[in-house]
């Protein structure tokens, strides 16, 4: 899987790829991101990616020359499955979405900033607008990192054990149950017994129950 994601400061997420997960999967040929500086594609000599909104609003807006040409580049070379946009206004960010957008081959990511991109770049050259939370980010770099995350270890391989991302939060619009390692006793404070019976069955009942009960007084949302 390629993701290339597009940015006005991609010093914020070189090292974020460049360590534990998304390192790992990029080093064994798993994934590929790709940070692009929307910067190098603007044909201002100071660089600028901005310019003030026409209507006297205040803030700055995104130019839509460097976004267009960047993405031009792109599917110039090969096709793109989705062109994303990190919007606050956009669909809700969740696990249904990573799971299939794992399944695909190629993605852009754009990271918005200052007051938003030029909407017609919205109208023309989105395919999708996706939001981590209804709040507002200084800039789309942080959804952009957190959406990735969250789909590369979802992708074959990535992970040591392929059956954790199975028993995660929200896979069956469940929340997971507790976990517990050594000492079984700390404090007083014990595991549950059934963990420590040996009897797989019992087990899956008990965490099955936990996830039920969790999601029934934490989360009744996702029960509807």
């Given amino acids: 899987?390629?993701?290339?994601?597009?940015?006005?400061?991609?010093?914020?997420?070189e090292s974020f790829f460049n360590c534990s997960?998304?390192?790992?999967?990029?080093?064994?040929?798993?994934?590929?991101?790709?940070?692009?500086d929307i910067r190098d594609y603007t044909t201002d000599k100071h660089h600028k990616t901005?310019?003030?909104?026409?209507?006297?609003?205040?803030?700055?807006?995104?130019k839509i020359e460097p976004i267009d040409r960047l993405i031009t580049d792109l599917k110039s070379q090969r096709e793109y499955d989705e062109v994303i946009y990190t919007s606050p206004d956009g669909e809700q960010f969740n696990q249904k979405t990573a799971n299939s957008l794992s399944l695909l081959n190629n993605i852009i990511i754009l990271c918005g900033h200052y007051k938003g991109?030029?909407?017609r770049i919205r109208e023309h050259l989105i395919t999708?607008?996706?939001s981590i939370g209804d709040y507002v980010l200084t800039g789309g770099e942080l959804a952009a990192a957190v959406m990735t995350d969250s789909i590369v270890?979802?992708?074959?391989?990535?992970?040591?054990?392929?059956?954790?991302?199975?028993?995660?939060?929200?896979?069956?619009?469940l929340l997971a149950p507790p976990v517990y390692t050594r000492p079984a006793d700390y404090k007083g404070w014990r595991v549950p017994d059934v963990l420590l019976s040996g009897n797989q069955t019992l087990i899956d009942d008990w965490?099955?129950?936990?996830s039920i009960e969790r999601t029934k007084r934490l989360r009744p949302d996702l029960l509807k």
């Fill in 1 to 13: 899987m390629r993701i290339d994601i597009l940015t006005v400061f991609p010093e914020m997420l």
């Fill in 21 to 36: 997960m998304m390192a790992r999967a990029q080093k064994a040929g798993l994934a590929e991101i790709h940070l692009h």
């Fill in 50 to 62: 901005d310019d003030y909104p026409f209507g006297g609003c205040a803030g700055l807006v995104m």
């Fill in 117 to 119: 991109i030029d909407y």
């Fill in 128 to 130: 999708r607008e996706i």
């Fill in 153 to 173: 270890r979802l992708i074959p391989g990535v992970l040591s054990d392929e059956q954790s991302a199975l028993s995660d939060c929200f896979q069956d619009n």
């Fill in 207 to 210: 965490e099955f129950q936990q």
